[in-house]
């Protein structure tokens, strides 16, 4: 008889144990983040991966997590499927030790993409219950809420390009020995704007892996120094882009140099009169 209940129990638990595994097809969740596929948010100007949350629209298939850090650093998941009936969202705040855990889905139809000069920000729209939108991201880059923001870009070959808002400098490179240069060079306030909201953009807040080896002779290299508030950071790269990261600081270097050479004060330097061979 004692053999007879053990065998019992161990077919219940072998029975019970199948009805708690999961569905073919069914999502499985884990608080482990992957940090090349999810977008990672640290307080708006830490964004990590977004452009996979701009495919996830653009494809209007499939899925993204998107996970945000509290002050305190801790994780809050909100995964993202496309289902048949629109878009669902699942919000796990089970790793918030200041906040109530809870995991709560939602069901939305649309997710927006709006960018001003000011703000990107990302909305669930058309959410079933009582919140018609469902703020899901939102990057800010007003430079006017910020105390300090000045920079320092040197460019090109042997880096004799420069634009420098601490020390009112624009210099250029004329190519043939020659540089021409602005004393009281200055951005508008259009152009500050601007050229932060890149700087967001491209994460300049973030750890870089950046390089400066370059087999190519001559090389164009890159020195960027960012004032902002009561903090300083530094990065050096080249043109040969041996990372991610000088691939991006490129881009945002390129942007910069875009902005400044479309102002009337650069209109006003001489042409570039020789070339690097």
């Not at 569905?23 to 830490?46: A, L, P, Y």
């Not at 998941?77 to 629109?86: A, E, I, S």
């Not at 700087?199 to 390089?211: P, T």
Request: glycine residues 6%.
């Amino acid at each position: 008889m004692r053999s007879s209940g053990i065998l019992l129990i161990f077919i219940t638990l072998i029975i019970t144990g199948c009805f708690n595994l999961p569905s073919n097809g069914e999502d499985k969740f884990t608080t482990t983040i992957n940090e090349q596929e999810d977008v990672i948010n640290s307080h708006g100007m830490i964004v990590k991966n977004l452009k996979k949350l701009d495919a996830f629209i653009q494809n209007k298939a499939g899925t993204q997590r998107v996970v945000h850090y509290t002050i305190e650093g801790d994780p809050i998941f909100n995964d993202l499927k496309y289902t048949d009936q629109g878009i669902e969202m699942r919000l796990d705040n089970s790793e918030d030790t200041f906040g109530s855990p809870q995991v709560t889905t939602y069901t939305c139809q649309n997710l927006v993409r709006n960018e001003t000069d000011k703000l990107l920000s990302y909305t669930l729209t058309g959410c079933e219950g009582e919140q018609a939108k469902i703020e899901l991201l939102q990057i800010p880059f007003d430079v006017m809420k910020q105390d300090k923001f000045e920079f320092v870009l040197k460019y090109g070959v042997n880096l004799k390009n420069e634009i420098n808002t601490i020390d009112m400098r624009l210099v250029k490179d004329l190519q043939n020995g020659e540089v021409a240069s602005v004393s009281d060079f200055g951005l508008t306030e259009q152009e500050r704007g601007q050229i932060y909201k890149e700087m967001v953009l491209a994460n300049y807040l973030d750890e870089k892996e950046l390089s400066t080896e370059c087999n190519r002779k001559p090389a164009v290299s890159y020195d960027l120094t960012v004032q902002i508030n009561n903090g300083e950071r530094h990065y050096q790269w080249t043109e040969c882009q041996n990372t991610e990261d000088d691939a991006q600081m490129t881009e945002l270097a390129q942007a910069i140099i875009k902005i400044v050479q479309a102002g009337s004060i650069y209109k006003q330097l001489p042409e570039v009169k020789g070339q690097y061979e």
